[in-house]
């Protein structure tokens, strides 16, 4: 049954989220649901709005048994958690570019010339850029959707885990992707949380802020 609760209160959603390892296991999430969460994340920024975030989420018994013995040490999240969501950093995005400009000339969101011109330019900027620059904004890009992606869960009521310990090398290939377009980011647990999760301290700003 989905207990969950919405919330609209920034403060209390950023404050209150905690990352959680525990799941109370009967809370599902529906598709529809979990598709709004994803929607509202993906409204995170990108390097010239590629997008190259991919989600693979992992609900099933069958894919939460796939993708158990790479995430060995995160048994109990992949487990309890409603969904784990495998995310991947696109490094052909740049496919999608007519796509995403063209949609915004439709909606009236960008005159065609300046959609024109900016499919050129950015087209021939992606043309000549290393794979090492290319990987270095995907990983950005995908680190700004995935911090959205836990704040949406969270004002959906839902509690999340951010994971970095698991087989990077090994889960595209696992679930049928190519593991040399699709980078993996991290695994995100979620679900609603069996456990209360510990606050964590912060350093002061005056320790890492400096004005000028």
Same mark, same amino acid.
């Given at each position: 049954m &989905?207990?969950a609760?919405?919330? &609209?209160?920034?403060?209390?959603?950023?404050a209150?989220?905690?990352?959680?390892?525990k799941?109370?296991?009967?809370?599902?999430?529906?598709?529809?649901?979990?598709?709004?969460?994803?929607?509202?994340?993906?409204l995170?920024?990108?390097?010239? &709005?590629?997008?190259?975030?991919? =989600? *693979?989420?992992?609900e099933?018994?069958?894919?939460?048994?796939?993708?158990?013995p790479?995430?060995? =040490?995160?048994? *109990?999240?992949v487990?309890?958690?409603?969904?784990?969501?495998?995310? =991947?950093? @696109?490094?052909?995005s740049?496919? $999608?570019i007519?796509?995403?400009?063209?949609?915004?000339v439709?909606?009236g969101l960008?005159?065609?010339?300046v959609k024109?011109?900016?499919?050129?330019?950015?087209?021939a900027?992606?043309?000549?850029?290393?794979?090492?620059? &290319?990987r270095?904004?995907?990983?950005?890009?995908?680190?700004?959707?995935?911090?959205? *992606?836990?704040?949406?869960?969270?004002?959906h009521?839902?509690?999340?885990?951010?994971?970095?310990?698991?087989?990077?090398?090994?889960?595209?290939?696992? =679930?049928?992707?190519?593991k040399?377009? $699709?980078?993996?980011?991290?695994?995100?647990?979620?679900?609603k949380?069996?456990?209360?999760?510990?606050?964590?301290?912060?350093l002061?700003?005056?320790?890492?802020? @400096?004005?000028?």
């Amino acid at each position: 049954m &989905n207990q969950a609760q919405r919330s &609209n209160d920034y403060q209390a959603i950023v404050a209150g989220r905690r990352s959680i390892r525990k799941y109370d296991p009967s809370v599902k999430i529906s598709k529809e649901e979990m598709t709004e969460i994803l929607t509202e994340a993906t409204l995170a920024p990108s390097s010239v &709005n590629l997008q190259p975030w991919r =989600f *693979l989420v992992i609900e099933s018994e069958e894919g939460k048994r796939k993708l158990a013995p790479l995430a060995k =040490f995160n048994q *109990l999240q992949v487990e309890t958690s409603a969904a784990v969501i495998a995310i =991947f950093g @696109d490094m052909n995005s740049i496919e $999608y570019i007519e796509e995403i400009y063209g949609t915004a000339v439709a909606k009236g969101l960008m005159p065609q010339e300046v959609k024109d011109r900016q499919v050129t330019s950015i087209s021939a900027y992606y043309s000549n850029t290393s794979e090492q620059v &290319n990987r270095e904004t995907v990983l950005i890009d995908a680190g700004l959707v995935s911090m959205q *992606l836990m704040l949406a869960a969270r004002a959906h009521g839902y509690d999340t885990n951010p994971i970095g310990g698991y087989e990077k090398d090994q889960i595209a290939e696992a =679930f049928g992707m190519d593991k040399d377009r $699709y980078v993996p980011v991290m695994l995100l647990s979620m679900g609603k949380a069996a456990e209360e999760g510990y606050a964590s301290v912060r350093l002061p700003i005056e320790r890492i802020a @400096d004005w000028k």
